[in-house]
């Protein structure tokens, strides 16, 4: 008995089998299967291509890359922390409406936003065309006006869709912050958002900052769309202008190891500081009601991410539903519907279940070495999709291979194509790429629990799968759930992969739409198009409920 | 010890349950197809490809499935290799036809009647890929431009004069990495530079948006002059948008070097699958395309030009002017893109 509880006590996970860092390794490799494709596809000969990438276009990219980055860093971190902050300190009308509401933009998918402000900013646009009727200008020769199709632009639309990732984490780390340290703030006359709920948060933070570099890194569609050469663009230059997937590959794993230094320095940085918050539940802290101009500062705050990620593109949308120019609602859409909401959930569940795994036994039952390997696992979200799916496409068609000499000689079944038809390769494309989502959410969640709790559980005679089971998961539901949603409102948006790997005839609601924004024909397809947002829309409401009920205890 | 086994034996076999559910249900779906299928890999959408199938499905009985992607669609069927289920493919320029030419991915193919429907220039001299219509790399001009109206060849566009006046989409989309290549092909890497760093110098804007997204410019006045493929003018011309029918009107077409080489027409192809159960139909479907009612419909759905020497172009494409396209051996282009992207590269395009 005392032998079981200090099983993990003891430290001696090396010497000993231990069959959950087995799994765990196991599920590791083949989360990392696609990514080492793409690393075997880069180790081929890329014909001396460097000299020339490094004489004309590397450094364009590379600045590209890292500007947009910082641009997208500081909009999606001015809207997600000041927002969450304003939520959770003020009370002030239409706060319970903001809430959720400022999760919206989350189902609102890059490319649309790309090309819905292209639309709403442009010269034929209504902005424009207001301001040309109030001054009378006639050309655009007449007049300046910031071009939506830049570098500024790029940041401000990409950071106003991915800014719910650092609001929904650190909005939950606010609310678990206990109210005892506010009122140590208060009585020391500190600042209580720089001094407290910021440094309490920060892992909360950094981990959705992490996720929204990592998608910045790899987004092809805004950047296709306004013309911004970064990184991902020249990938597909390289790629499919000059024939040479080597390179290309290369160019990806070079973007890898920039997101690779980005997440050591976070782990590194989170290393440094652990909180355990032993007494039973923290009560969070009272939001302050706010009146006159303090409550409209409040809403100003609260309301401008959401009209920029989500009123303005779905504005659009909506004008060209009205005005006639989508084609009506017809049975391939609703197939579409209903395929999209089968594989999103899907991918959910099995995201959920995976990174929950991975999560549990890097945090209670393995070595630094391994919570590495798992932490590396979780980074196909680094890559472009289309890369991505490529090496899943290259491992798929290894493991099929595989398993139809299995299946044959075992079975005697002559199926050869087990992977490779179906929705099985989209399914495992997305289950790799949008690991780092739940594995983030499950990691976020873990730092703040004490491992006294599971500690105390093994003294008390459970095994480590019971007192997961028991302990851990009931905690961290919320975090599950939380990381579960996103990963279906990813998936309900994702295109490239979906489309590469997808069997005859299956269409998902962004790929229908693709077939028409590909041509900037989006109007044709705006219903659809809403169709996704609006789905994706009910995921992130039920996940608000929940937290709702959650803080309320 | 006991209690540890015991979950983990209870989650394995929730998940081998899931699995077993998963792959039931791809081998349904596997199961599902009949036997008089064709399965088409294509980077052409679903909407410009629907009614070619539905005439072809509606003249022979055989259902036709297809895959669309725009990217990657040839690493997937060699990565699928024998078990491919993949058929035909189809693109939309050359360049990525050759692609799948060069991996060895498509089956040469022997058919009479292709090589009678399809001039020699625009299929591959060993039967692995066949183009099926035509869209030719044109300059749109202002209307309210008169000077920029007397442009004749792609070479003016270099012209010093035309500074700040031209618009284009990025130098690596592939039409006009392809039209760079027919430019290196016909004048060698030297001159091709030059003239791509004179257009360069001429943008009004960075390069931007789509074809349809220049043809605009003009309209809005941002440029004079913008380098589109053919098509684009009738979809817009002809669109149910009225302020698309706008943009048209403010632009006529000028099909350049008429007086030498001919204007620079890329094509939409396809060739069969080297690894298709069913070669024999694939071959039909491919001859279909170039029957005279798929050609018509080439034209009639996208404003493309046939590629059959005896089936009448449209009325409308004939109202925009008849033209001499440059000849050069189409697969040429392809040959060259890697040296166009290294000049675009260099010229920032």
């Known amino acids: 008995m005392v032998d079981r509880a200090t099983f993990h006590a003891r430290g001696v996970g090396l010497a000993r089998f231990n069959p959950w860092a087995f799994a765990s390794a196991v599920l590791a490799i083949v989360l990392l299967a696609p990514i080492v494709a793409v690393v075997v596809a880069a180790s081929k000969d890329s014909g001396g291509l460097w000299d020339h990438l490094f004489e004309t276009v590397l450094s364009l990219y590379v600045g590209n890359t890292l500007t947009l980055m910082a641009g997208v860093a500081a909009v999606s971190l001015a809207f997600g922390v000041s927002s969450a902050w304003v939520v959770v300190r003020h009370d002030f009308r239409g706060r319970r409406w903001l809430e959720w509401m400022l ?24 902005v424009q065309g207001a301001l040309r009727e109030l001054f009378g200008w006639r050309s655009a020769r007449d007049y300046w006006f910031p071009e939506i199709r830049s570098m500024g632009g790029a940041s401000l639309v990409i950071g106003a869709v991915l800014y719910p990732y650092i609001y929904m984490m650190t909005r939950a780390a606010f609310l678990l912050t206990p109210a005892s340290l506010f009122e140590t703030g208060m009585l020391s006359g500190r600042n209580l958002f720089w001094s407290i709920a910021l440094p309490m948060a920060r892992p909360a933070v950094v981990a959705g900052l992490a996720l929204v570099m990592m998608e910045t890194i790899s987004d092809f569609g805004t950047v296709e769309y306004f013309a911004i050469e970064t990184l991902t663009l020249g990938i597909f230059n390289v790629w499919l202008g000059m024939n040479n997937l080597a390179a290309a590959s290369q160019i990806a794993v070079v973007a890898f190891l920039f997101i690779l230094a980005l997440l050591t320095v976070e782990v590194l940085a989170r290393a440094k500081r652990r909180f355990n918050d032993t007494s039973r539940r923290a009560v969070s802290i009272r939001p302050k009601p706010q009146n006159g101009w303090r409550a409209l500062a409040c809403f100003t705050v609260c309301a401008l991410p959401v009209v920029v990620g989500f009123v303005i593109p779905v504005g659009v949308l909506l004008n060209f539903v009205l005005r006639g120019y989508s084609l009506a609602l017809s049975a391939p859409v609703l197939d579409a519907a209903l395929n999209t909401f089968v594989l999103a959930g899907i991918v959910a569940f099995i995201v959920m279940i995976t990174a929950g795994f991975l999560g549990f036994v890097g945090a209670y039952k393995s070595d630094p070495l391994m919570r590495r390997v798992t932490a590396v696992a979780s980074a196909g979200y680094a890559f472009p999709g289309t890369i991505l799916a490529i090496g899943v496409v290259t491992a798929g068609g290894a493991m099929d291979e595989g398993i139809a000499v299995v299946m044959r000689n ?10 490779t038809s179906g929705i099985g390769l989209v399914i495992v494309a997305c289950v790799v790429r949008f690991q780092a989502v739940g ?30 089971r028991t302990v851990v998961v009931p905690m961290l539901r919320m975090s599950l759930l939380a990381g579960g949603l996103l990963v279906f409102v990813d998936v309900m948006k994702e295109l490239p992969m979906t489309l590469l790997l997808r069997p005859f005839n299956f269409e998902t609601l962004a790929t229908y739409v693709y077939q028409y924004a590909k041509d900037e024909l989006l109007e044709e397809a705006a219903l659809p198009a809403l169709m996704i947002i609006v789905t994706g829309v009910v995921p992130v409401v039920v996940m608000n409920a929940a937290l709702r009920r959650f803080t309320r205890g | 010890m006991r209690t540890l086994f015991n979950g983990t034996a209870k989650r394995s076999t929730s998940v081998a349950l899931f699995l077993a559910t998963v792959s039931t249900a791809t081998l349904a779906l596997a199961e599902a197809k009949a036997a008089e299928v064709l399965n088409i890999y294509s980077h052409r959408q679903p909407f410009l490809i629907k009614p070619f199938i539905d005439a072809y499905t509606a003249k022979t009985g055989t259902e036709v499935n297809i895959v669309f992607a725009s990217k990657g669609l040839a690493q997937r069927l060699e990565a699928e290799g024998t078990r491919s289920p993949a058929d035909i493919v189809l693109t939309v320029d050359i360049a990525r036809l ?16 292709l090589e009678k429907n399809i001039p020699a220039h625009l299929r591959a001299p060993d039967g692995r890929w066949f183009a099926f219509s035509k869209r030719a790399r044109v300059l749109a001009v202002s209307k309210e431009a008169p000077d920029a109206r007397k442009i004749s060849r792609y070479e003016d566009l270099a012209d010093p004069k035309w500074e700040g006046r031209i618009c284009s989409r990025p130098g690596s989309h592939v039409y006009n990495r392809a039209l760079i290549a027919s430019f290196l092909h016909a004048s060698g ?18 390069p931007q948006g789509n074809d349809r997204a220049q043809v605009k410019a003009i309209h809005e006045g941002v440029c004079d002059i913008a380098i589109i493929n053919s098509y684009y003018y009738g979809a817009l011309k002809h669109s149910d948008k009225p302020d698309q029918r706008e943009w048209a009107k403010a632009i006529e077409l000028v099909f350049p070097n008429q007086d030498d080489r001919g204007t620079h027409v890329n094509i939409s192809g396809g060739g069969v699958a080297k690894h298709s159960k069913n070669k024999a139909e694939a071959i039909r479907f491919l001859e279909f395309l170039t029957s005279e009612p798929a050609q018509q419909l080439y034209g009639s ?11 009448p172009i449209l009325s409308e494409l004939r109202s925009w002017g008849a033209f001499s396209e440059d000849k050069m051996p189409i697969g040429r282009i392809s040959e060259l893109a890697a040296d166009a992207q290294k000049i675009i590269d260099r010229v920032r395009w």
Do not use: C, Q
Request: proline content about 6%; glycine content about 8%.
């Open chain 1, 103 to 126: 999760l919206l933009p989350a189902a609102v998918p890059g490319y649309l936003i790309a090309y819905t402000y292209t639309d709403f900013l442009e010269f034929a646009g209504p």
């Open chain 1, 439 to 468: 594995y983030g959410a499950v990691t976020s969640g873990l730092e703040r629990l004490p491992t006294s709790m599971v500690e105390a559980s093994r003294v008390l005679g459970r095994g480590f799968g019971e007192s997961v």
């Open chain 1, 410 to 419: 075992l079975m005697g079944i002559s199926h050869d194509a087990w992977l």
């Open chain 2, 189 to 206: 890497a030297e001159k091709t530079e030059a003239w791509a760093k004179g257009v360069v110098a001429n943008l009004a804007r960075r």
């Open chain 2, 98 to 113: 050759s692609v799948y030419a060069d991996r060895d991915l498509l089956a040469p193919v022997r058919s009479e009647i």
């Open chain 2, 301 to 311: 759905i996208n404003f493309e030009y046939p590629v059959n020497p005896a089936v």
